[in-house]
């Protein structure tokens, strides 16, 4: 089964930290630019951070540039985003998303909750 599943969202304070992770499964990841996307509450889904097939281009929505880092290690075929200094702007659900010019697959989100 081809598919996307993200982990690691949760509950955190403001300032604090949280890493999410996306496993793909039923096709290699290699071969797809992969990125990041989130939808709060009454908002559209956007972009908050891409990253090329190869790694060497990244790409932050200026909301989240200097707080989140994207990454992915192809041998485990996994992608990651890191998000430092969280605010409660950030609360959303935050999804994953693999495609190139033949396949767009994405996860079925993860919530991401930043509150005192």
């Known amino acids: 089964q081809l598919q996307l599943v993200e982990s690691g969202g949760g509950l955190v304070q403001p300032g604090g930290s949280l890493r999410l992770s996306c496993a793909a499964s039923?096709?290699?990841?290699?071969?797809?630019?992969i990125g990041w996307f989130r939808q709060a509450p009454g908002k559209e889904r956007e972009g908050v951070s891409c990253i090329s097939s190869s790694g060497g281009s990244t790409n932050y929505a200026d909301s989240v540039k200097g707080r989140f880092t994207i990454s992915r290690d192809n041998a485990k075929n996994m992608m990651y985003l890191q998000m430092n200094n969280l605010k409660p702007e950030d609360t959303a659900v935050y999804y994953c998303?693999?495609?190139?010019?033949?396949?767009?697959?994405w996860g079925q989100g993860t919530q991401v909750t930043v509150s005192s």
């Open positions: 039923g096709f290699t990841l290699d071969d797809y630019g």
């Open positions: 998303n693999a495609r190139n010019w033949q396949h767009d697959y």
